[in-house]
Structure formats: structure tokens, C-alpha cells
């Protein structure tokens, strides 16, 4: 997390205008890969198996995928929406040696507020919040029922940066259904 610092430090400082610029306005459009979502841990307690299907987890059951839009309401500030997906394949054999297979997918829309403490041309350093509903389904392949459950879902992000001007590669770390490392595009435009 250093590294990342120190190099959003150094672009600000040598790669972009000295002065930060008015982002008010300007509506930002975003993609991107979570790495190590809570859903992991959801997953296995939704899942209703009475033995854990940790020993068969794949790279796939690490992501999670995110889209949203935000509006910068002042210089430093935005609000926005945020959608996330994440489905993840679970297996396990229990007391009795029988297999037992489900599926699990959640869907989580987010309200999403963000902060910009250093906002250059070129780079910007932020922190945000996000908010919502998740909407999860288990189906598990021996019943061939789905079960379904609401539930709060949030994400926080301590520090995120962005480096590009209007078409821009970015990279969050937080806690949450984002997951620990987000990385992705985004896009800028009046």
C-alpha cells in the first residue's frame, strides 16, 4: 500500500499541473475486478452445507465485478450508484460421503459517496463509502430449489487512485463486497 502512495505522491507531484482542478459537474463512468470480496465468507454461511467447501475454491470464487457512475457535486466530492456481481460454484461431501453441489450469486446495488484529498490533472487520491442492498440466491443442485435472502451489503475504501485524464486506469483498496483490491477503467465526461 506504500508503493501505491508513494507513486501517487510522486505523479501528482512531477506528471500533473501543480494546481488541482473543478471536477464539479463532470460525471465519471467505471469498471472494474474485486479481489477477495466478502462474499466469499456469505457464501459459505448461506449455503446451508453443514460442512465447508473451502477445499474447493478456484481464482473465479476470489472476484468480484463492479460497474457504476458517479457526479461530482463540487471540487472534492461525488455521489453515485454502483452495481456488483459475484457468483461463486460450491462442493462439499458430507458425514456420509455424498457429494453436494450448489451455486450461489449475489447482486448488490450501492449508493456511493466519494472523497478526492488530492486532485490533480492527471492523478487523484480518494476515499470512499458505499451502501446497499444485497439480493443473494443459493441453489443447491440436490434440491434443485432456490433460496433466496436480503441482506445490508457496504463497502469501504481507504484509499483509491486514479491515474489518467479523461479515459483512466484506477486501483482502490477497502474491506467489504467490492473486496480487499479493485482494480479497473474509468471514463470522464460533461
Not at 477477495?36 to 449455503?47: M, R
Not at 461530482?72 to 456488483?84: A, E, L, M, P, R
Not at 466519494?114 to 440466491?137: C, D, H, M, P
Not at 485524464?165 to 467490492?178: C, L, N
Amino acid at each position: 500500500m506504500r508503493k501505491i502512495v508513494f507513486f501517487a505522491i510522486f505523479l501528482s507531484a512531477f506528471g500533473a499541473k501543480a494546481q488541482s482542478i473543478n471536477n464539479k459537474g463532470i460525471t465519471e463512468t467505471y469498471a472494474g475486478i474485486g479481489f477477495g470480496p466478502l462474499q466469499i465468507v456469505l457464501s459459505e454461511y448461506f449455503s446451508g452445507f453443514n460442512y465447508p467447501s473451502n477445499f474447493n475454491l478456484i481464482t473465479t470464487d476470489l472476484l468480484s465485478g463492479s460497474m457504476g457512475v458517479d457526479y461530482f457535486t463540487g471540487k472534492y466530492f461525488s455521489i453515485g450508484g454502483q452495481i456488483n456481481y459475484y457468483q461463486r460454484s460450491l462442493r462439499t461431501i458430507n458425514a456420509a460421503g455424498i457429494e453436494e453441489r450448489g451455486n450461489f450469486q449475489l447482486i448488490t446495488p450501492m449508493i456511493k459517496i466519494k472523497a478526492n484529498w488530492l486532485n490533480r490533472e492527471k492523478v487523484s487520491l480518494y476515499s470512499n463509502y458505499l451502501l446497499g442492498i444485497g439480493f443473494g440466491t443459493m441453489r443447491k443442485f440436490s434440491t434443485l430449489k432456490n433460496e433466496t435472502a436480503i441482506f445490508p451489503a457496504g463497502q469501504y475504501n481507504f484509499i483509491g487512485v486514479r491515474v489518467g485524464r479523461d479515459i483512466a486506469f484506477f486501483a482502490e483498496v477497502g474491506s467489504g463486497f467490492q473486496g480487499v483490491l479493485t482494480v479497473g477503467l474509468s471514463a470522464r465526461f460533461k
